[in-house]
T-cell receptor
Framework: DQQVKQNSPSLSVQEGRISILNCDYT??????FLWYKKYPAEGPTFLISISSIKDKNEDGRFTVFLNKSAKHLSLHIVPSQPGDSAVYFC??????????FGSGTKLNVKP | GAGVSQSPRYKVAKRGQDVALRCDPISGHVSLFWYQQALGQGPEFLTY????????KSGLPSDRFFAERPEGSVSTLKIQRTQQEDSAVYLC???????????FGPGTRLTVT
């Protein structure tokens, strides 16, 4: 039973445009959400996070939006750059002890 | 500074062999996690340590899987009598106490033939 879902396996975007990656979750006890970026043959790298008490968190070109009523979060990348091409995972936790990851979305930013 | 390191990076085992995978977390990180990542999937939680205490091992798929962190730093994930379905990338991550953000190692790719 997957508690965190990323329904789009891949996304292709033109350089300079916005990339929107989506994530849905089922467990209303989750209180913290994170996005990780992963390049081939490397471990995931933390990108940005959001607490359930907020609905938006911004860090440079990256913004995460949280809609608790819809149990949905999204990652916006503006403007997208070719170096952003990677697999993006969303993750959620109800405490510090256990994290649930989605299956990932492969982003391709075309020059 | 040094990140999380894992060894070996690649391991090929014959079915039935035992394997041991090592994780060196970032110095000072009290929390340590092990994940299993199958091809095309996201990391799946296996177990969690706080210092030397294994606080959650609910994700270990069978009693063939065993993890330890005896001195609260280096951790070893051991898989006994490996099966083909154990083939995956095994990721280790560490974090500071009370912090959600985890730092991942590069993973060990295990192939069971």
């Amino acid at each position: 039973d997957q508690q965190v879902k990323q329904n789009s396996p891949s996304l292709s975007v033109q350089e300079g445009r916005i990339s929107i990656l989506n994530c849905d979750y089922t467990n209303s006890m989750f209180d913290y959400f994170l996005w990780y970026k992963k390049y081939p043959a490397e471990g995931p790298t933390f990108l940005i996070s959001i607490s359930s008490i907020k609905d938006k968190n911004e860090d440079g070109r990256f913004t995460v939006f949280l809609n608790k009523s819809a149990k949905h979060l999204s990652l916006h990348i503006v403007p997208s750059q070719p170096g952003d091409s990677a697999v993006y995972f969303c993750a959620a936790s109800a405490n510090f002890n256990k994290f649930y990851f989605g299956s990932g979305t492969k982003l391709n930013v075309k020059p | 500074g040094a990140g999380v390191s894992q060894s070996p990076r690649y391991k090929v085992a014959k079915r039935g062999q035992d394997v041991a995978l090592r994780c060196d977390p970032i110095s000072g990180h009290v929390s340590l996690f092990w994940y299993q990542q199958a091809l095309g999937q996201g990391p799946e939680f296996l177990t969690y340590f706080q210092n030397e205490a294994q606080l959650d091992k609910s994700g270990l798929p069978s009693d063939r899987f065993f993890a330890e962190r005896p001195e609260g730093s280096v951790s070893t994930l051991k898989i006994q009598r490996t099966q083909q379905e154990d083939s995956a990338v095994y990721l280790c991550a560490s974090s500071l106490r009370g912090h959600y953000e985890q730092y991942f190692g590069p993973g060990t790719r295990l192939t069971v033939t």
